[in-house]
């Protein structure tokens, strides 16, 4: 056997995943029914050691399996930010588990595999690949939504997103079964490559098969008009939970988008842009004329992350190498913010499960201020203020839309990111400037605040040096076969 | 035109053959458990007089099954009904296609191949119908509207699917040693010696996976000790509210079930048909001995050896029926997952690795 | 003959898979759905590819819809009570009839020829040995990874059915 072509180094990342997801299991398994804490530290150092893997095989792996996947630059910058939210989620977890009396082994397992599912998402060459790596990465999210069983909301909301989300799997599989039909492959050089010869690139099976995939992917984007699942299952999940699913699956969304229609990009013509800019525009402006409204901080995030697959949309509509190294270095730093904001959602929620009103955060400038000057990092990130990553996220994204010349969509981006100042700003209004209303103190749960703290660092450190960054996401794009 | 009156001849002795022995089969395990039980059993039934051991027992059985009232329970739906002892029945009759029952016979230039069915997936086949027949088991559970029948058919489903796995898991060790799914191929790879003298029947190459195949086998055939669908002297089972020919029909799969998983174990772990150290041209023992026979003689000493073994298995299952009671149903489900499928996977490994190490 | 067999396989399995949808008893839409899959698997076989047709069998046929029929019997559905056209149904209908006028022009666009010859080239492409080979080779990543989905599944079966403290 020629065991050359398959060179495990391309893989490495998620093998480690993978076979952390057994050792957590069997630690799990060995440490007794009441600890948990055994279960934690092992997933812990299994992250830790997929993130030094990453980093060693750093853009080494190349195309092997068959051409199945590429372990180049754009995979390992991804799995560093996979990583990076499973880290977050890890940590932080186990209070908000404690506290619901939903604190089992398997949610470590589960947020291992579904982010090795992640990891082939972001490196698989190969249609079957990507597919494979989805459905690992929501099965354990379904199953995780539905983590706590005591609760109606969280039941509904794994219900809801399995059932809209295995219909979206549909779509993608049908659009990968006509793309299959059309060229005889699954493999994505062959298509860029038949794109790139066909005189008409939607002629036969080959349009509806790349609508069919679109679709797939953008469900798990939660753009819109395929956005409804996300804020009843953001708001109806375990809050730990949604931290996770808002910001790690669009990422991985989002690379599987770039493996697939990045390189084709060009050649994919007229009718793909007036569909993306479409979507783009009624995605920013749907999200945040929602989010304007909500009561619930969890249902205002939701929607504020329906608007930022909006802005992200720009940059794969751009089709240049900025569009994608901004997306690399937008979606890098969006789930810093949105994992750190969803994780101070419930550190400050005093009304018990299921009440996430935003008056939690009255006063909380004044009893906890390193809380609040945190939130107010993530919140104003969120919105793009300068010093921050988020800026540089969306200065990156829309300027590539510019050199595309997509004007007008930038102006409408501009508008919305107006929009959604008013009610990230909100937060911070209530943070520091509503009266008491006699609420308990918020607990001191020093990992989770570690987390938090981690998170506003890396916005504030993204936004400073967002230049060596995006070199790095450049590079990562450019590895991509 | 030949070949498709060569096909119905074959399909018509084998029907003809599987039913008589499960006809047997029925007389079998009446006096079989009679001598176990220090009883005479069966012996009353006779024709003018003759009462030659008790042997017209199964057609008395089957007369009073003919004359018995069709009963039809009127809440339950009564095409489902129907269809479930057909769903039993037809399954286990099917697999028997695929099982080689002796090589190829030679009149003049006719080669004909004892074997009414060689598929590429002959395995796969088996086991596929196999899993047929947990359908009559289920929809005979509901479609009689009743809660014992109810109960043995849940009991049903969940054992019959559970065990499924184990049986088709406990092939796969044999499909790596064999490296092909062919049940004709197979049985001719076993008439191979291994260090000289002995067969390289299943048996000795996947001595485990005999030991867990048989017991899921019985376990898929639904008798005592794995008889909780049924189970008589609690829920009465699935088929409580069946009489009549109906009746008879799942009556009669169970012995077909019989014959099946002997002729399956025989064909798959002690070398279907063949006898050790016989070939084609006859004996050729280890120690130097030839003894040529006549090719006739070959096959037919060969169709014995397959119905000497059928014989032995049926005679084992209904000793192991009237041997050991009966299972409670948690200790049921857990020989099958926690006992025998880590057991199974375990075979799977091992067999892979010997198989490793021996490539290189 | 092919022919023959094959309009009877796409007739009985068009009509089985309508009455799934269209029976009032979920046992009848099950055991009309085994009948498509069997029909399906049949068609599988017709097209030389009998491993995947046995598969098929093995898996949907016998273990899954047993399952389904298992789940059927443990909550004892009653039967859907008839009523007027619910506006979920309407919405069904609309999008099959919208779906269907697609995949119409989706084949009239597309002419598919009579012959492609492509069973012809590859000999044995259905066979066990050839799809065993292509799945250790050449599909042996997703081969793997769709072990590591099945696990993710089988620990969310062990966390939603986790007894209610």
Known sequence: MDLSRFNLITIATPLVLGAGVLLVMLVDLLSGRANRRPAQLAALAVVLAAAAVCLATWNTGGVSFFGQVSGDGFASFFNLIFLAVAFLVILAGPAYLERNAIHFGEYYSLVLVSVMGMAFMAAGTNLLVIFLGLETMSLALYVLAGFNPARQSSNEASLKYLLLGSFATGFLVFGIALVYGQIGSTDLARFSAYLAGAGDPFAGYMGAGVALLLIGLTFKMAVVPFHFWSPDVYDGAPTVVSAFMSAAPKAAAFAAALRIFYAPAESLGLPWERILWILAALTMTVGNLSALNQASIKRMLAYSSVAHAGYLLLGILAGNELGAAGILFYLASYVFMNVGAFTVAWMVNRRGEGRYDLGDFAQLGFRRPLLAAMMSVFMLGLIGIPPLAGFFGKLYVFTAAVQAGYVWLVVIAVLNSAVSVFYYLRVMVIMYMRENEALKDVDRIPATFAAVAACALMVILLGLIPGSVLDVARAAVASMP | ?360 | MEAFFFLLLAVVSIFSGLMVILQKSPVASVLFLVLTLVCVAALFVMLSAPFIAAIQVIIYAGAIMVLFLFVLMLLNLQRFTEGAWSRFQITGVVVAAVLAVVTALLLRAVPLPADSGFLRETPGLGSVEAVGLSLFTEYLLPFEIASFLLLAGIIGAVILSRRRP
């Not at chain 2, 027949?133 to 559970?141: C, D, I, K, N, P």
């Open chain 2, 1 to 360: 035109m030949l070949e498709t009156i060569i096909i119905l001849v074959k399909v018509w002795a084998v029907l003809l053959t599987l039913v008589s022995l499960a006809a047997i089969m029925t007389w079998v395990e009446r006096k079989e458990s009679a001598i176990m039980q220090d009883r005479l059993g069966a012996n009353r039934a006779d024709i003018l007089g003759f009462r030659v051991i008790g042997l017209f027992q199964p057609m008395a059985d089957g007369l009073k099954m003919f004359f018995k009232e069709d009963f039809v329970p009127p809440q339950g739906n009564k095409i489902l009904h129907t269809l479930a002892p057909v769903l039993a029945f037809f399954p286990a009759m099917v697999t028997f296609a695929v099982i080689p029952f002796g090589n190829v016979l030679n009149i003049g230039d006719l080669a004909i191949k004892l074997q009414i069915a060689d598929l590429n997936i002959g395995l796969l086949f088996i086991l596929a119908f196999g899993g047929f027949t947990s359908y009559g088991v289920v929809l005979a559970g509901w479609s009689s509207n009743s809660k014992y029948a109810m109960l043995g058919g849940l009991r049903g489903a969940a054992q019959l699917i559970s065990y499924e796995v184990v049986l088709g898991l406990s092939l796969v060790g044999l499909v790596m040693v064999y490296g092909t799914l062919q049940l004709d191929r197979m049985v001719l790879a076993q008439n191979e010696l291994l260090f000289g003298f002995l067969p390289a029947w299943g048996i000795f190459l996947q001595p485990l996976a005999f030991l867990l195949f048989f017991p899921a086998a019985i376990a898929e055939s639904k008798r005592i000790p794995f008889d909780l669908p049924e189970a008589e002297s609690e829920i009465v089972g699935y088929y409580t509210e069946y009489s009549g020919l109906r009746f008879g029909l799942f009556y009669f799969a169970e012995f077909v079930e019989i014959i099946v998983i002997s002729a399956l174990v025989s064909t798959l772990f002690f070398g279907g048909y063949h006898i050790p150290w016989l070939y084609e041209e006859g004996f050729a023992f280890p120690w130097g001995w030839t003894w040529e026979l006549p090719h006739l003689v070959v096959v037919i000493l060969r169709l014995a050896a397959f119905f000497v073994k059928i014989a032995f298995f049926a005679w084992l299952q209904v000793l192991i029926r009237w041997t050991l009671p009966r299972f409670r149903f948690d200790q049921m489900m857990r020989l099958c997952w926690k006992g025998l499928l880590p057991l199974v996977v375990l075979n799977i490994l091992v067999t892979g690795l010997i198989l490793l190490l021996a490539q290189n």
